[in-house]
């Protein structure tokens, strides 16, 4: 079964970006599956943050629209989030998953500093 392993989380100063990588243990994978990242915070349920689809589209949450990037690499095993403008809101744990195949990565951890 395909693994993930996620990476570039870290701690950061409010208004700094950060860029996330999730590695898939075989090629191509995000081309036959939509790729997603959650993040989870302190005390918190893990949240949807976004998605992209084997179609290219690419579906964000609220809290995250117009300052996150979800993509992926050109041999589909590799997805990025891009994260900019970052806050101590956006501090938690960050998760890669496929939700096809209902596997995930260990996590990421993501410390905004105040």
């Known amino acids: 079964q395909v693994q993930l392993v996620e990476s570039g989380g870290g701690l950061v100063q409010p208004g700094e970006s950060l860029r996330l990588s999730c590695a898939a243990s075989?090629?191509?994978?995000?081309?036959?599956?939509?790729v997603a990242w959650y993040r989870q915070a302190p005390g918190k349920e893990r949240a949807w943050v976004a998605t992209?689809?084997?179609?290219?589209?690419?579906s964000y949450a609220d809290s995250v629209k117009g300052r996150f990037r979800i993509d992926r690499d050109d041999h589909g095993n590799t997805a990025y989030l891009d994260m900019n403008n970052l806050s101590t809101e956006d501090t938690g744990t960050y998760y890669c998953?496929?939700?096809?195949?209902?596997?995930w990565g260990q996590g990421t951890q993501v410390t905004g500093s105040s």
């Open positions: 998953n496929l939700s096809q195949l209902g596997v």
């Open positions: 992209h689809s084997v179609n290219r589209e690419r």
């Open positions: 075989s090629r191509n994978t995000f081309f036959f599956n939509d």
